[in-house]
């Protein structure tokens, strides 16, 4: 999907408001583009309850792609911002606090659908205009259902002893240790991960050309 603007980009600072070292592989391994990761610091700290979880995991990345942007003093071209959550039943999930709180949303997650929420914000500098000022936005999200096992506290009680979930927004990851918890997925694999690898691309084209 990239190929035909991955010429574009060349010779082009791409930032990711991120220090997640799977969005990066993501974009890298599997997108094929250059990535210069600089972390957000906004704080993450929206009122939930004021939000969808669509509106809430798309303003989330929007305000860290800004904030990378308010703050970064060098050139850039392009800047992602990106957040994922789990939601069910309209509650959102994020990473767990500590065990007790991975145990609760492992149990809560067992024998039931949730869906993986990915929002992501491109900004695009306008040529010749500071760092910081002058540049277009475009925010969107992706959405997978996930389909759970039903989940034993034993198996729980192994998975979180791990350290897996202590990472991860729902407290499982697929691509490691948590892959045996998913029964199915309908939807992005990569979204899953925490980026939605098909989507942005079809964005991405649509922003830049």
């Not at 914000?121 to 096992?149: C, M, W």
Request: charged share 25%.
């Amino acid at each position: 999907m990239l190929g035909p603007v991955r010429q574009l980009l060349e010779n082009k600072k791409i930032i990711l408001a991120s220090g997640s070292s799977r969005r990066k592989e993501i974009l890298e391994k599997n997108l094929g583009l250059t990535i210069q990761i600089v972390p957000s610091n906004f704080p993450e700290n929206l009122d939930k309850t004021k939000f969808t979880p669509a509106n809430y995991v798309v303003e989330n990345s929007r305000l860290k792609a800004l904030d990378v942007a308010q703050n970064l003093k060098e050139d850039w071209y392009l800047i992602i911002g990106s957040d994922t959550i789990v939601e069910m039943d309209n509650k959102i999930y994020e990473k767990p606090l500590d065990k007790e709180d991975a145990y609760r949303i492992l149990k809560s997650l067992s024998d039931n659908t949730h869906r993986v929420l990915t929002g992501v914000t491109l900004l695009k500098r306008e040529i010749d205009s500071a760092p910081g000022s002058d540049f277009k936005i475009h925010s969107f999200y992706e959405q997978t259902s996930v389909n759970f096992a039903n989940l034993d506290d034993n198996v729980i009680n192994s998975y979180i002893e791990s350290g897996d979930p202590f990472d991860k927004a729902g407290g499982y990851g697929i691509q490691s240790l948590g892959a045996s918890l998913v029964k199915s997925i309908n939807g992005d694999f990569f979204n899953v991960q925490g980026f939605p690898a098909h989507k942005f691309s079809v964005e991405l084209k649509k922003f830049i050309q």
